[in-house]
């Protein structure tokens, strides 16, 4: 899978993608990027330096960091990023991803290319960082050599003048000179800073593996936004699992469930993309929730109507 616009060159998309992280009194806790208009890819550890936390101490959704994009013409030097969520390290280079949430898209930036590619070996890539000991922005160009442990493949050095990865590296995209995409995240590199130094990326492959929301996200999944979700959003929709639960209890025991509440909470979505499916799964696939606009009709004269998920008024529970 490739999402993003490949029309542009490789300093195109990078300029209007990569993030730099801020951290405690000035200083950078790292990179990152655009994956769409209001979302960023970043290492979990980086958020964790920026926050001044230990990287071991969970951090909550709603943190808020600063972030810039430092290469986008005309975009705004600091801008306020909200953390959407936030995997661990985890043994054996597994984990450590965050996604931050932006309040809207920022002028002059957009979503860098990835690509979710098996190919990680003998592959000419470049990285941008904001290494603390230096000035403003240092690439780095380097060959992918392989898979390595976990989730992480091997980024080496392209050749003696090339800047060693360092700590304003992390969280940065790895872009892939061949397919025009970004794919990995880099994570680590070796303490020593000499020709045989060896780093490592997250690859984008094992990132979406577990960040499955934003995997649909990417993919296009359609989301119908103010209209009612039904049983072919199922799974996109989320956030109702106890109301699910204790209206698929209630079905078990009587013949109908009254769903009360204002116009717009999610009455109509509740029952046929929440209910709808789990409904079906408990062995009743002749028993569907449904709504005055959404009503299966019969198939046969003698089938038996199906029990209704009535939609009430408001005021209730």
Same mark, same amino acid.
């Given at each position: 899978?490739?999402?993003?616009?490949?029309?542009?060159?490789?300093?195109?998309?990078?300029?209007?993608?990569?993030?730099?992280?801020?951290? $405690?009194?000035?200083?950078?806790?790292?990179?990152?990027?655009?994956?769409?208009?209001?979302?960023?890819?970043?290492?979990?550890?980086?958020?964790?330096?920026?926050?001044?936390?230990?990287?071991?101490?969970?951090?909550?959704?709603?943190?808020?960091?600063?972030?810039?994009?430092?290469?986008?013409?005309?975009?705004?030097?600091?801008?306020?990023?909200?953390?959407?969520?936030? %995997?661990?390290?985890?043994?054996?280079?597994?984990?450590?991803?965050?996604?931050?949430?932006?309040?809207?898209?920022?002028?002059?930036?957009?979503?860098?290319?990835?690509?979710?590619?098996?190919?990680?070996?003998?592959?000419?890539?470049?990285?941008?960082?904001?290494?603390?000991?230096?000035?403003?922005?240092?690439?780095?160009?380097?060959?992918?050599?392989?898979?390595?442990?976990?989730?992480?493949?091997?980024?080496?050095?392209? =050749?003696?003048?090339?800047?060693?990865?360092?700590?304003?590296?992390?969280?940065?995209?790895?872009?892939?000179?061949?397919?025009? $995409?970004?794919?990995?995240?880099?994570?680590?590199?070796?303490?020593?800073?000499?020709?045989?130094?060896?780093?490592?990326?997250?690859?984008?492959? $094992?990132?979406?593996?577990?960040?499955? =929301?934003?995997?649909?996200?990417?993919?296009?999944?359609?989301?119908?936004?103010?209209?009612?979700?039904?049983?072919?959003?199922?799974? %996109?929709?989320?956030?109702?699992?106890?109301?699910?639960?204790?209206?698929?209890?209630?079905?078990?025991?009587?013949? $109908?469930?009254?769903?009360?509440?204002?116009?717009?909470?999610?009455?109509?979505?509740?029952?046929?993309?929440?209910?709808?499916?789990?409904?079906?799964?408990?062995?009743?696939?002749?028993?569907?929730?449904?709504?005055?606009?959404?009503?299966?009709?019969?198939?046969?004269?003698?089938?038996?109507?199906?029990?209704?998920?009535?939609?009430?008024?408001?005021?209730?529970?």
């Amino acid at each position: 899978m490739v999402s993003g616009d490949k029309a542009l060159n490789a300093d195109e998309a990078l300029h209007a993608a990569v993030v730099r992280i801020g951290g $405690a009194n000035g200083t950078v806790a790292g990179g990152g990027f655009l994956v769409t208009a209001e979302r960023v890819l970043t290492c979990a550890h980086g958020v964790s330096d920026a926050l001044g936390r230990a990287r071991d101490l969970p951090v909550a959704a709603g943190a808020e960091v600063l972030i810039g994009f430092p290469l986008a013409d005309g975009a705004a030097e600091r801008v306020v990023a909200e953390v959407g969520q936030w %995997i661990p390290e985890e043994p054996q280079q597994h984990g450590d991803l965050a996604v931050l949430r932006l309040r809207g898209a920022v002028p002059g930036t957009r979503p860098l290319p990835i690509a979710a590619s098996d190919e990680v070996s003998h592959r000419p890539v470049r990285v941008v960082g904001f290494p603390d000991d230096e000035l403003g922005v240092v690439w780095h160009r380097g060959e992918l050599r392989g898979k390595s442990a976990g989730d992480w493949i091997q980024l080496s050095r392209a =050749d003696s003048r090339t800047a060693h990865i360092t700590a304003g590296y992390s969280g940065s995209p790895v872009w892939d000179e061949r397919c025009g $995409a970004a794919v990995g995240i880099v994570v680590a590199s070796q303490r020593k800073r000499d020709d045989a130094q060896q780093s490592f990326a997250i690859s984008v492959k $094992a990132a979406l593996g577990k960040l499955p =929301d934003l995997d649909r996200e990417l993919a296009g999944e359609p989301c119908p936004g103010i209209d009612t979700f039904e049983e072919r959003h199922e799974e %996109i929709f989320f956030g109702r699992d106890p109301e699910i639960g204790e209206a698929v209890a209630e079905l078990e025991l009587r013949q $109908a469930v009254t769903l009360f509440g204002p116009s717009g909470c999610g009455r109509s979505s509740l029952a046929l993309a929440g209910v709808g499916q789990p409904d079906r799964a408990l062995g009743r696939p002749d028993r569907r929730p449904s709504v005055a606009r959404h009503r299966r009709p019969r198939t046969g004269p003698h089938e038996e109507e199906p029990a209704p998920l009535r939609l009430g008024p408001a005021g209730g529970r």
